[in-house]
């Protein structure tokens, strides 16, 4: 399973587009859609260019999602796919892999609970961040519809 354009479009209006480099809150250099590992200070892409780089860089979330739900007690439509990956893409494979929300969905996909798992992720620096409390609802929406 792929991510669809419905969750590309979710996760481009929450990353962000920036065409010219610059450094983020963590001091990482990032272009596009928080693209990371070829930026540079100084560089500067095009939209299509951004949109070709968030294609290859949520690879290695889709893969992590997808083999998850091979442990899944039934297959996941691809709204909840999409959440997942967009929620994945921005905690990490490892953070996915242990977390509740991931161990639920596993379990049982249509499980109203999940809502709120998605509402714990919304800490950084030991604060809840706006940002971060937007985008799980965002996501947890995605996943339900």
Known sequence: M???EKGLRLIKRLEGLRLE???CPAGVVTIGYGHTSTARMGMVITSSEADRLLR????WAERAVASA???ASRPF???QFD???SFTFNVGTRNFNTSTLCRKALANPDDRSIRAEFGKWVNAGGQCL???AKRRADEAE???S
């Open 2 to 4: 792929r991510t669809s």
């Open 83 to 85: 959440a997942l990956v």
């Open 21 to 23: 480099a610059y450094k």
């Open 142 to 144: 995605l996943y339900f």
């Open 77 to 79: 439509t691809q709204n």
């Open 130 to 132: 706006e940002g971060l």
């Open 56 to 59: 290859g860089d949520i690879g």
């Open 69 to 71: 739900a091979i442990r």
